[in-house]
């Protein structure tokens, strides 16, 4: 859709967002990936991102290079924003992540997009009641933290969890209030289903 003003065929490339765009990437990049090997190098890629793991800076620039040779003759280019070279002891970002080499945590804006879509599920003005709004958000905590409960979240998600909890308490009130944390308990939510981040790292909470 071009401005909403109609459809558009694509006749290079895959949709953004399409259910099969990581399937046409790994099969179209497979040639990418035999060939750094045969290069010597250690990939690590999912779907469109790729990491290239070296030991120096010098080595970074000639696989680089490699890559954009490689990606030319399939008829691909670098995103200029998206490609640099870093040493893992300020942070590489990869799928969310910004990996450090003893520990990853989450991106900002990985935190963000798991606020916006709890609060898209808990607006007041949703025509639903409480259990009902459980039942839609439980599916987004529990995919979005499985994800990233690889990396030190721990103290992240006791916050989010937190946080999560009052924003249903305010859907129940219709309002903001620290004194429904008494009338509306997190054994209450508990009871009508909700689940919690902190408890996919901890299942005996």
């Given at each position: 859709m071009e401005q909403g003003l109609g459809l558009v065929k694509n006749v290079i490339g895959t949709p953004q967002g399409g259910v099969i765009s990581p399937l046409l990437a790994n099969i179209y990049l497979h040639?990418?990936?035999?060939?750094?090997?045969?290069?010597?190098?250690?990939?690590?890629?999912?779907?469109?991102?790729?990491?290239?793991?070296?030991?120096?800076?010098?080595?970074?620039?000639?696989?680089?290079?490699?890559?954009?040779?490689?990606?030319?003759?399939?008829?691909?280019?670098?995103?200029?924003?998206?490609?640099?070279?870093?040493?893992?002891?300020?942070?590489?970002?990869?799928?969310?992540?910004?990996?450090?080499?003893?520990?990853?945590?989450l991106r900002k804006e990985a935190v963000k997009k798991y606020k916006d879509v709890v609060r898209r599920a808990t607006r007041r003005n949703l025509p639903i009641n409480l259990e009902?709004?459980?039942?839609?958000?439980?599916?987004?905590?529990?995919?979005?933290?499985?994800?990233?409960?690889?990396?030190?979240?721990?103290?992240?998600?006791?916050?989010?969890?937190?946080?999560?909890?009052?924003?249903?308490?305010?859907?129940?009130?219709?309002?903001?209030s620290y004194l429904s944390n008494c009338r509306i308990t997190n054994e209450f939510m508990r009871n009508l289903g909700l689940k919690s981040l902190s408890t996919l790292l901890n299942p005996d909470w």
């Open positions: 040639y990418c990936d035999e060939k750094m090997a045969e290069l010597g190098y250690e990939v690590v890629r999912y779907a469109d991102n790729l990491l290239v793991l070296c030991e120096s800076e010098e080595e970074a620039k000639e696989a680089l290079l490699h890559v954009k040779e490689i990606l030319g003759e399939l008829e691909l280019t670098l995103h200029p924003d998206k490609t640099k070279i870093k040493n893992f002891s300020e942070g590489v970002d990869f799928l969310g992540f910004t990996v450090y080499v003893s520990h990853k945590v009902m709004v459980i039942q839609r958000l439980n599916p987004i905590v529990i995919g979005w933290g499985n994800y990233f409960k690889i990396a030190n979240v721990n103290w992240l998600y006791m916050s989010l969890d937190s946080w999560t909890r009052m924003r249903l308490r305010a859907f129940r009130e219709k309002k903001k």
